[in-house]
């Protein structure tokens, strides 16, 4: 049925649709005669050659957001990156998130595969407010069409995710929220939440911004998340790390604050050289340090955490034995 539908309405649109950068359509979609969507075509799109493909999730406020004003907001940031764009529109009520939104914005991401050549191993999603909400909450429940997300001014409390929090494991996250914006609620917990489900986390906390989308710098902002979001390769790296939850080793505090120091207890069991490095979501080894435990008493070593920027990272813990141990810490 569904290819049915998107056939339908295909022939309608294929003139349009590479005759300019920019279009704003509609069909016909379950009880909306003419749902509405906006999409922006960069420049460098080359019809031979597979795309980035970035789905763009609007904000509620039906005096200035829909579709099209999402995309006009948007253009740039999607010039600069190479990024196709596509932006459904949340409907009469503004909510892009209704049952009606996400059905057919899940049609209009397959119409976009049909439409123009899609690397569908890079496509994203974002979104401001409810549209950044919606992008933790569709995201999470469609885990399997995105490699990564970038959540803005999300609008949302950690009960909204609840049950498919687990789903973010070995995605891409980079969190753009404002200082002012509630961040106890709305930032924290999630971002929390998303570093103890295994996500590769990224955030920033824009000091003295509250709940909007013109914040200084936007673009550039905008660029340097999605520009990680592309590059970190989270699966692969994370992967091959064997990681224990539960060992006989502990670290604490967890998280740890930059330039503070991470205490980690070592067993009565080990003995002799112990190697410590600090391994971040990429793979790539931050700092390292090393010491001497000459007795059999349970040590406690104090590990000064002076190389590591706001994340997630890896503890990783060898002996002169050969035995090793990793744990995963964040740094705030």
Known sequence: MKKILILSFLFVVTFSLFAQQRIDGSFSFQTNPAKKYSIYIPSGYDANMPHT?????HPLNTNRWDAESWCDTLIIFAETNNLL???PDGGVDGKIDDPIDTAFTSVLLDSMEIWYNVNLEKVYAMGFSWGGKTVYTYGLNHINRFRGFMPIGAAININEI???ESNAAWHPFYIVHGGNDSPNIRFTPLKNAMENNDACVNAILLGGVGHTIDFPNRNQILTDAFQWIDSIS??????????????????FPNPVAVNDFLQIEIPASWSGNINLEVVNMEG????KEHFTKTNNNTYTFSFLIKKCSVGSYF????NKNGES???KFQVR
Do not use: H, P, Y
């Open 284 to 287: 790539k080894s931050i700092q």
């Open 234 to 251: 989270c699966a692969e790296s994370t992967a091959t790390i064997d990681f224990q939850k539960n060992n006989d080793i502990s670290i």
């Open 315 to 318: 503890l990783l813990i060898k």
């Open 53 to 57: 493909l970035m789905l763009g999730l």
């Open 162 to 164: 609840s049950g498919v």
């Open 325 to 327: 141990r990793t744990l």
């Open 85 to 87: 764009l596509v932006c």
